[in-house]
């Protein structure tokens, strides 16, 4: 009896990792048919441990929500107090999720868990810190959308612009070509840096890379988009001279959306969408 | 869709993480990163889920202790099976210790062994002027360290009594060296003290000495024999390494046959050995001066043209007076 439920056990847990790797083709571009060798690398991967918690306590383990409780329960709180920077907002958000996560919601009359969608990828407490970041991420930005914008645009200082306009919109041009050129890294690295204000050390700790590493990849990142912004003056008809100068424009003076440019190369889609 | 459109589906909460954790192929990362590069919500929630990650690295540490439980208690059963490892590892290495520290003594006296023997009364042809090494030191060494090592002499001694038996049979073979070899046993305990020191003898009636494995220089000191062969002490000084088994010497030559039956002739005091090419038949086992016996037997100084002899196994002799050419006699 005992052995025919283990072997039942057993087949479930196959079921599972094969839905898996078979929904996220196991890590690999689509339309690529995984190798086996693809396939054991993709599986031990796993936090197989992780996901078989997640999955029973999707499914109403109330063991696997004992050890769910005992080992998360603290630090789903404590996650979710540091990224609201609010003890009570933390609680709030924390039990918030909890409470989707005990499968209080339903859809179409049926229990929705968001354990389900947890596949293994990543340990679960970090998922969980995710999912939190989310939440608040998105909380934010609904709530934000809701204010005034006057309250966070800081009011442009009224100046004249110093410039021909003919030769700010050559600056424009060529800056969005320079921009246009940049890898994923560098403009995920200039957009971190430049857009927010995020220290080199928080960039570092994203890419996994040393905080030296991320200050000289800055550094060449800015010298080679300087060249390249020189460059394309010069192709769009200034003199070495005129473009230097032009290089000198204040900022303000320029008619650029710096974020829409980095999200220029954005080409790739992927399966949640962002909360309304 | 177009650009910003495409900025509406982000990555799950699923795969940042993966992203944040390193988890995630390259291929799979270089997407996540172009994304972020692009998407300041999903690049604020990874900031967001790093700093809560930051603050929590005591807690985080639990639920992975917990889910690398498998790993662990294998890991852990070799934690135990480790110590009895460990113990026996320390006992082999101890046991090896002690038995590196025993070779090195035994080699140690093995080559003190023909400094420290003493020279027999029949063979001083191949007494010791000098002493190096370890036997060298006692001539300015005090009384303490000279018993220190005398004590660590004895197995040496013994070691060289086997060597002497040994190559006393060999004497017996040619019948001349036994009575020498006997007399140099007898006056072992005698002369044991001379061992450190330099010793000059004069030569031998019968220059056919079994040499220990040791060289030797011919004509240190005149003396009123005139030949006289001197023992350094050190080993495998012949061209072929291998130890002396007997030697005679000239005034101006000294004549040497190694364990391999090789002869080697070298002229004067120093300067290198010359092999002998092979003029007899057979292994030469012995060589010795005839000169110097009939000198010594007459009780007169050798004759300036002194003849070699040499012996081999089937107790054959042959002649020379220079080392070099052999006549069979």
Known sequence: ?276 | MNANSKLDVHPDAEILNAFAEQALEERERGKIVAHLAACSRCRQVVYLAQDAAAEMVPSVSTPAVRLEGRRESWFRSLRFALVPVAALAAIAALAYIVHVQRTETGSEMAKVTPQTAPQTAGSNSAAPTQATGVAAAPVSAGPAQSEARARKMAPAVTAWQKEQERTAATAEVHGIFAKTMAQASENESAKREETDRIVTAAAPQFDANPAPPASFEAGARPRAGGVFAVYKGKEGELPSGLAVVSNASSQHQTLAIDKAGSVFVREDSGGHWDPVAKQWTGQAVAVRMQADLGANRSGSAPSPEAVFELVNDLRQVWVSTDGRIWKAK
């Open chain 1, 1 to 276: 009896m005992r052995w025919s439920k283990l072997r039942a056990g057993a087949r479930r847990v196959n079921e599972i990792l094969l839905d898996v790797g078979t929904v996220q083709n196991y890590g690999l571009a689509e339309g690529t048919t995984a190798s086996r060798q693809q396939q054991a690398t993709y599986f031990r991967a796993l936090k197989l441990g992780d996901m078989v918690l997640a999955r029973a306590c999707a499914t109403g383990n109330e063991r696997a929500w004992e050890c769910f409780v005992a080992t998360y329960r603290q630090p789903l709180v404590r996650a979710a107090i540091a990224i609201t920077g609010s003890d009570t907002l933390g609680r709030e958000l924390a039990d918030q999720l909890y409470g989707e996560l005990f499968g209080l919601s339903t859809r179409d009359g049926e229990r929705r868990c968001p354990l389900q969608s947890y596949r293994g990828r990543g340990s679960l407490i970090g998922w969980l810190r995710t999912t939190l970041a989310q939440r608040h991420v998105d909380h934010f930005r609904r709530n934000h959308r809701e204010q005034p914008l006057e309250e966070y645009d800081a009011p442009v200082p009224a100046h004249e612009a110093q410039r021909p306009a003919t030769e700010l919109k050559l600056l424009e041009k060529a800056v969005e070509g320079a921009l246009k050129r940049c890898d994923a890294e560098e403009r995920f690295v200039l957009a971190a840096y430049y857009l927010d204000e995020r220290t080199l050390l928080q960039i570092a700790k994203v890419l996994n890379i040393h905080e030296a590493t991320a200050s000289r990849k800055l550094r060449r990142v800015c010298q080679d988009l300087r060249k390249q912004v020189l460059k394309n003056l010069q192709s769009l008809g200034l003199s070495r001279r005129a473009a230097d100068e032009a290089l000198g424009a204040d900022p303000r003076d320029l008619d650029l959306n710096l974020k829409k440019l980095l999200q220029y190369s954005q080409s790739d889609a992927f399966q949640e969408k962002a909360a309304p």
